[in-house]
C-alpha cells in the first residue's frame, strides 16, 4: 500500500484505468462463459471496443491538443479497408485468424498514419474553426474516394481501379471492395479478445505519450501557443505528432470493427460517425481517458438496449445525452460531488492510519 501511495498521482491514475478495462474484460469473460449474456449483447462486443479505442484516440487532439477535428471516421475507413484488403490477401498464405487479424491492424494503423501525415500536414498550419472544417472536408473527401475505389485480388496480385469492377482484368479472382457496397465478403475476424487488447495498446501508446516529454509540450501548446513558442517549442510539429499517432490508432479501430462484419460501406463512416465519436469525448469530459472509455460504452450499448421502446428509443438517448452535459456543467453539483469523494477518501485514509496502541516497538510492553 505505501509503494502504492509513493507513486505520482499520474501514475495512479492510469493504473486505476488500466485496472478497470482489465476488470470489465475478466467480468464480461466470466458472463459469457455462465452464458448470462445475450446474442445481441455478444454482438456489439467489438465494436464497442472499436469505439473505445476510437474515444482515446481522439481524446488524444482535442482533449490533450486542443484541436477540434471531424474527420476522425475519415481514418477510421482508412484503417477499415485496408484491412480488409491485407486480411483478404493473406487468407491463402496464412490461414490462422488472430495473426491475419494482427497484421491486418497493422497495416491499417501504417495507412492511416500515412494519410494522417498527408492531411496533417497542410490542415495542422490552421486553429479552431478553419481546422474542423477541413478535416471534415478530408473526411468526406476520403469516404467519397472509397465509393469509387475498386479492388480485386487474383493470382497475379492487386488491382485497382476507380471505374468499376469490370475494368480491374482480373482473371478469376475476388472483387475485395466494390465501389459503393463497399468491402464485401471479408472474413469475421475479429473477437472481444482482439478488442481488449487493441483498447490496452491504445491506452499505453496515449497513457505515455501524455506523461512523456512530447506531451507535456503538446498540453504546452494547447495551453498557450504564444508562450510555447517563446520557449523554443516546434508548435507545429508537436500538434502535428498528436495528430498523426491519433490517425493511426482510429485506423487499427477501424481494421478491428471491419473484420467484426462481413460487408462495410463507405456510407458508415461518415460525418455522423465523426460526430458520435466527438461526443463521446465531449461527455466522457476532454482530456479524462476514463470518461471516454464510460461514455462510448454507454452510448454504444444504451440505443440498442431501448429498442423496445420503437420510436422514442432515439428521444430518450438525447434526453440522456443532454442531461449528462447539464449536469457536468454544473459547477455547484459537481462541487457537492468532488466535496463527497474528497470525504469519503478522507474516511478510507483515517481507517488505514489508525494503529493498535499499548505495544511498543522493539519491546513487549513492560517497563
Known amino acids: 500500500m505505501e509503494k502504492i501511495r509513493s507513486l505520482s498521482s499520474n501514475t495512479r491514475k492510469n493504473i486505476v484505468t488500466y485496472a478497470i478495462v482489465v476488470g470489465a474484460f475478466i467480468v464480461m469473460q466470466a458472463l459469457l462463459s455462465a452464458g448470462a449474456v445475450s446474442n445481441a449483447t455478444q454482438g456489439m462486443l467489438v465494436p464497442i471496443c472499436a469505439y473505445v479505442c476510437m474515444a482515446i484516440s481522439l481524446n488524444l487532439v482535442v482533449g490533450f491538443s486542443g484541436e477540434l477535428s471531424l474527420g476522425h471516421a475519415g481514418f477510421m475507413s482508412v484503417g477499415a479497408f485496408s484491412g480488409a484488403i491485407v486480411s483478404s490477401a493473406l487468407a491463402g498464405s496464412l490461414p490462422s485468424g488472430p495473426l491475419r487479424m494482427l497484421a491486418a491492424i497493422a ?13 496533417g500536414i497542410p490542415v495542422m498550419r490552421l486553429r479552431g474553426d478553419y481546422l474542423a472544417i477541413v478535416t471534415l472536408a478530408f473526411g ?19 488491382h485497382v481501379s476507380m471505374t468499376d469492377a469490370a475494368s480491374l482484368g482480373m482473371d478469376g479472382g475476388k472483387v475485395v471492395i466494390n465501389g459503393p457496397q463497399g468491402a464485401v465478403g471479408i472474413d469475421m475476424i475479429s473477437s472481444f479478445t482482439a478488442g481488449f487488447l487493441l483498447i490496452l495498446f491504445t491506452l499505453t501508446v496515449v497513457l505515455n505519450l501524455v506523461n512523456s516529454r512530447s506531451g507535456r509540450a503538446v498540453m504546452a501548446v494547447r495551453d498557450n501557443r504564444i508562450a510555447a513558442e517563446s520557449v523554443g517549442i516546434n508548435t507545429t510539429k508537436y500538434r502535428l505528432m498528436a495528430f498523426v499517432v491519433s490517425a493511426a490508432l482510429a485506423g487499427m479501430a477501424g481494421a478491428l470493427y471491419a473484420m467484426n462484419y462481413n460487408a462495410i460501406v463507405p456510407k458508415k463512416f461518415d460525418f455522423n460517425t465523426s460526430i458520435l465519436v466527438l461526443v463521446f469525448v465531449v461527455l466522457g469530459g476532454m482530456g479524462n481517458i476514463r470518461g471516454g472509455i464510460v461514455s462510448a460504452t454507454v452510448l454504444t450499448v444504451l440505443p440498442e438496449k431501448l429498442r423496445f421502446i420503437g420510436d422514442y428509443r432515439m428521444l430518450i438517448y438525447a434526453v440522456v445525452l443532454i442531461g449528462v452535459m447539464l449536469i457536468s456543467n454544473n459547477r455547484v453539483l459537481m462541487e ?15 481507517r488505514a492510519d489508525t494503529t493498535p496502541v499499548g505495544i511498543s516497538e522493539g519491546g513487549d510492553g513492560h517497563g
Open 140 to 158: 468526406e473527401i476520403i469516404k467519397n474516394l472509397f465509393n469509387n475505389l475498386y479492388v480485386g485480388i487474383d493470382a497475379r496480385g492487386l
Open 336 to 350: 457537492q460531488l468532488r466535496g463527497l469523494t474528497r470525504r469519503f477518501r478522507k474516511k478510507r485514509r483515517g
Open 107 to 119: 497495416v491499417a494503423g501504417v495507412c492511416a498514419g500515412v494519410a494522417g501525415v498527408l492531411i
